[in-house]
């Protein structure tokens, strides 16, 4: 079992930036690909970042490409989520992941683990 805490949500204006974590315990994260969504009120949960288990592979929605930064320290069990320039429309709850597989995936469906989420406010 792993369990993953996400944290540095918060509220920010148009054009700041975020850094959020996500801690696991419980088991190394090291042999897993990780991944972060959000959820933005009333839509469905959609992928934001991932990055496989060395880092060697990284895929981005394109909605934050070029703005937002993953990135994992296995010896720390963390990976984090570096969000710039942000924008009111990347408000959302956002929730880190942990998948069986190695290998870097956008899809939802391939990762067995979630956080609880951390809230990202972003203001006109």
């Known amino acids: 079992q792993v369990q993953l805490v996400e944290s540095g949500g918060g509220l920010v204006q148009a054009g700041g930036s975020l850094r959020l974590s996500c801690a696991a315990s419980g088991r190394t994260i090291s042999n897993s690909a990780m991944g972060w969504f959000r959820q933005a009120p009333g839509k469905e949960r959609e992928f934001v970042a991932t990055i496989s288990w060395r880092g060697a592979s990284i895929y981005y929605a394109d909605s934050v490409k070029g703005r937002f930064t993953i990135s994992r320290d296995n010896a720390k069990n963390t990976v984090y989520l570096q969000m710039n320039s942000l924008k009111p429309d990347d408000t959302a709850v956002y929730y880190c992941?942990?998948?069986?597989?190695?290998?870097?995936?956008?899809?939802?469906?391939?990762?067995?683990?979630w956080g609880q989420g951390t809230r990202v406010t972003v203001s006109s």
């Open positions: 992941a942990a998948a069986y597989s190695r290998f870097a995936t956008r899809s939802k469906e391939q990762y067995d683990y």
